[in-house]
């Protein structure tokens, strides 16, 4: 039985086929209409969530198969202090796969040795986010042809991010990366993925603090939101919330193909006006992550 706990936990040649069998699914979606018929997916949210819990459940649903869950710790037994190891034996009886999400860096991985279900980590906490990272590798890959030779331009919260985590350790497996990491100083790339991802891996990178600096050099530019839930202090947050704004202004002076992604909440970190450039791809990213998730499950479930 296989879970899904870091992005890493597929081989690059078990990634192409998974975006293969993605992109299979975007055009011919018919075919896979009753592949998981009679399976049941659950979804054990215990941090909110709108694109990736639905997205997950479009996904069982477009595949004929049925959804179960909770949306949020307050209403499951983790209100009257069951452990997520309890919690998934239980699930193992009621389902054939689960997504969890958790503020707990590790919980999804414990619930995944107590499970006898494939268990998809959907976040947990500041670490990793593969399922996001799946998608943002299913749009890059969809959009640019490519997944090698791109300058990356990583903007926002790259402390907090477990979507920037998770996509950088992807994306240094690929020939020709470069990373500019833009961020306050307070914000950036904590050093474990800085010095043990980056570095080790020699992909080149340099971090600033201005995206004006970055922008002209970017293929894709990937926009984060402030994560106000990880913040130790209020104070901290809102000094820190609007530091970067992606407006049309800073647009022009970005390559004419370069692409926008944001794993979406947007907060203000880019500006309503922005949505209509066509290299603001963000939206179309969020329907992406029905058609990898899709792919992701039929893997898992060994269907594919
Ligand atoms: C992200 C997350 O939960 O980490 N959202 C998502 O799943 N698309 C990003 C965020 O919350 O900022």
Redesign the pocket.
């Known amino acids: 039985m296989r879970h899904l706990m870091s992005p890493l936990d597929f081989t690059t040649d078990e990634l192409d086929r998974l975006l293969d069998l993605a992109n299979d699914i975007e055009n011919n979606p018919q075919k896979y209409a009753k592949a998981c018929e009679g399976k049941k997916l659950a979804t054990a949210f215990y941090e909110p ?1 709108t ?2 819990r639905l997205s997950f459940e479009a996904a069982m649903i477009n595949l004929g198969g049925s959804v179960l869950g909770f949306s949020s710790a307050d209403s499951s037994s983790a209100a009257k202090g069951e452990s997520v190891a309890d919690t998934i034996r239980i699930l193992s009886c009621y389902a054939d796969i689960c997504a969890m999400r958790h503020p707990k860096e590790g919980a999804p991985l414990v619930a995944s040795i107590h499970s006898q279900i494939p268990v998809i980590n959907a ?1 947990d906490g500041g670490h990793q ?1 593969p399922t ?1 990272t799946l998608t943002d590798l299913l749009t890059i890959r969809s959009l640019k042809g490519r997944l090698d030779n791109m300058t990356i331009g990583l903007c926002g919260d790259l402390k907090f ?3 920037v985590h998770s996509l950088i350790s992807s994306l240094v497996r690929y020939p020709g990366i470069r990373f500019k990491l833009i961020s306050p100083e307070e914000l950036r790339l904590p050093d474990y993925v800085r010095i043990d991802v980056i570095e080790k891996s020699g992909a080149p990178y340099e971090e600033m603090d201005k995206l004006e600096d970055a922008i002209g050099d970017l293929d894709i530019l990937y926009m ?2 402030v ?1 106000r839930e990880r913040f130790f202090n209020e104070e901290d947050y809102i000094r820190l919330k609007d530091y970067y704004v992606l407006t049309r202004e800073k647009m022009s002076l970005a390559p004419k193909d370069m692409l926008v992604l944001h ?3 947007r907060v203000n970190e880019i500006s309503v006006d922005v949505d209509d450039d066509e290299r603001a791809v963000y939206f179309k990213q969020a329907q992406y992550g029905v058609y990898v998730r899709m792919a992701l499950i039929l893997t898992l479930l060994e269907l594919a």
């Open positions: 969530s694109r990736t976040g986010h996001q991010g477990r979507t984060t939101r994560q794993p979406l909440p």
